[in-house]
Every structure is written in C-alpha cells, then in structure tokens.
C-alpha cells in the first residue's frame, strides 16, 4: 500500500496509540520496509540470536542486570516520540568483558529494527578502527566516504567494544568526526565499552586502566556523556551471567 493512501495514518507512516499514550509504526510502515531483515543489520552470526528475552537472569544474579534489561525494554518502548520522530538519545553498556553488553545491545537494535522498521547497522570497534586505517593507504581499496556514509545514514548505529583499540590520531579524528555527526543529526548510537567514561587521565588512580581516557580522544568522551545514558553492568555478583549467557547458543 502506498504511504499517501492509507487510511489508518494518513500516509504519516506512524499512529499514536491513545491507550497507552505512545506513537508506533502503522501497518502501511512495515509493508515499506519488509525487506528490511535482521540479516541487514550486519550483526556477526554468533550474535544474531540475542534478544532480551533470551537475555538469561536466572541464577545468582544482582538486581543491576534486571535493571539493565528493564532500561532496555523502556528503551525500545518509548523509542518513536509521539510526533513520529524516533528517540535521538543512545545507550552506552559498560562493564568488564562477559556480563552480556553486546547481548543486550544486539537485542535493542533487532528490537528496533522490528517494532519500527528502523534501519541499523552493528560494527565492532577494533574492525572499524582498521577499516579506517586502511582508506589512508594510498592504493585503498575503498575511501573513507564510502565506508563511513552506512554508518552516518543508519538510523541506529551499534558501535561494539568501544576503546578496545587505541587508535591512531588521523583514525581518532575521524572517528569524532562519524561519531559527531551522527549526535548533530540526532541520530541515535549504541555502545559497548569494557571503560568507563572517565576522560581525565589519572596514573594515579588504581582505576585508570578501567577508564576511556587515553584510549578514544577526550572530546569524544565528552560528547558520549552527552549522546548516550550509561547502563551499568559491572557488579562482582553478577558474574554468573557469563555462564547462562552463552547456554541459549
Ligand atoms: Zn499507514
């Protein structure tokens, strides 16, 4: 059906659900973008399976990963405003390596992507930072344009294990450069990052190490306060998410 025809939107493409007060897609939406698949999505197959009702709490697990799945799923809800537009605020997960970051990451943008059509895209930091690296070698396969434009123009950009390469500084300019954009263009970005969001360097602090400082240039750090809300998933109880995580695959 043609947007322009529709009867229930009017051809807005989204309806506000006086029940519960929230805008969603209408029907004439998702036959627009049927063959939009998670496939599109660019997740790795090992991920593609992840979703938040899969996202395993049982066992001796703290009340932070209940919280973190809870905030998803307000998330993913409140994600089309009642204008239509969608949500221009991401998240950032951060906690050390097999709490379920990326799980809870890859699940909000399939969420997404389904409930709303929306287009995404999922990249892995280390393999951006050396796709990057590689458009400045003077025989490129591709320029940095056409690596970087799916990245810009995605409506929902995951962006995996932030700060787990430190890149170099043409790499780090270009990368505030996506990363900027994408917040001018109120688009929203996901991250993961096994730092926190510190951008003052402390040698002092037994904590440095767990920090972005030094890793990703500061005025990124900063901008990430201001484009994405922190979900924590770092508490020593929750170890054991690990274990169940990984059963369901
Ligand atoms: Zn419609």
Redesign the pocket.
Known sequence: ?N?ED??????????VDLATNRARR????ASRVRGRRVDDLGIPPKYQGCRLTNFRLAGDVGDQLLTARRDCDQYIEEFMELDGSLNEAGLVFIGPSGRGKTHLAVAVLIELAEQYGVGGRFVDFTSLVADIQATFQPDAPRNQADLLRPLQEAEVVVVDELGARRPSPFVSDTLYLLINGRYMARRPTLFTSNYYLTSEADDDSADAARNLAGRVPASLISRLHQMAKPILIDAVGDYRHELQAHQHR
Not at 8 to 15: L, V
């Open positions: 059906m947007g529709c009867e229930f939107c009017q051809g807005r493409g989204w309806i209408c029907t004439c939406h």
